[in-house]
């Protein structure tokens, strides 16, 4: 859920820039998908805003997918879990399946078998997937990390170990930009990351926005549609 975040971010920066390359790891890759195919940031909120819910997700993603196709370049990453290895699905050999394996968190969302093989969440070996866009050529990158830190204190730490062993996490090369945008404060804890609420959604726009608008501080607040309609 704290893909709401990103969308507030990405209200901020859709009126600075046009991306050549989109690329997305677990929930940034529906968010990815979407900006891809033609979402604006009013759009991307309202899908935010409408009540999502886990055990329904390979059903909204298959209709997302009937409904829209990336107009521009597109990458999302998921990770193959026998050999631990992430991969990049590009473009055309997206479909809902590789949407619905970047956000299989585990122990949460059953992983998903693609040409045989079981993929899970693609932001496991590193949730930024900046090492992604290098791989597919891109020389200055806005990252969005919605999860600098894991929301749960017993977690942590063996995430932590996990990603130093098994990580995906190349050093940056000369000639290529990076800027990354954090959540100015923590997004809530474990349960918010998996239960939608209303209010955690509109807190969340909100404070993406805030947080990408500090780069670009001339950009136009996100708007609550729903909340004028009651007016």
């Known amino acids: ?23 997305g790891a677990s929930v940034g890759s529906l968010n990815g ?8 940031p009013h759009a991307l909120s309202l899908l935010w805003r409408r009540d999502s819910r886990l055990g329904r ?4 993603l298959r209709d997302l997918v009937r409904r829209f196709r990336p107009r521009m370049d597109f990458a999302v990453v998921a990770t193959e879990l026998l050999r631990l290895k992430a991969r990049i699905f590009r ?7 590789h949407l619905a394996a970047s956000c299989a968190i585990p122990l949460v969302v059953a992983p998903v078998r693609i040409d045989g093989r079981l993929y899970a969440d693609g932001g496991l070996l590193n949730p930024l997937p900046v090492w992604a866009a290098l791989e597919l050529g891109a020389t200055e990158i806005v990252a969005l990390h919605a999860l600098p830190k894991i929301p749960c204190r017993w977690l942590e ?26 959540p100015s404060a923590p997004l809530g804890s474990l349960r918010d990351a998996l239960v939608w609420k209303r209010p955690n959604v509109e807190r969340w726009l909100e404070q993406g926005f805030a947080d990408a608008a500090r780069a670009w501080p001339f950009a136009t607040p996100p708007q609550n549609t729903t909340s004028k309609s009651k007016r």
């Open 33 to 40: 998908y979407a900006i891809a195919s033609g979402a604006d």
């Open 91 to 97: 473009n055309q050999e997206v479909d809902w399946r």
């Open 157 to 182: 730490p063996p995430a932590r170990l996990f990603r130093r062993f098994f990580g995906v996490n190349p050093p940056l090369p000369s000639g290529v930009s990076c800027s990354t945008v954090f």
């Open 1 to 23: 859920m704290f893909g709401a975040w990103q969308a507030g971010a990405w209200t901020a920066l859709a009126p600075r820039f046009s991306p050549d390359l989109i690329v």
């Open 57 to 60: 997700l390979c059903a909204d």
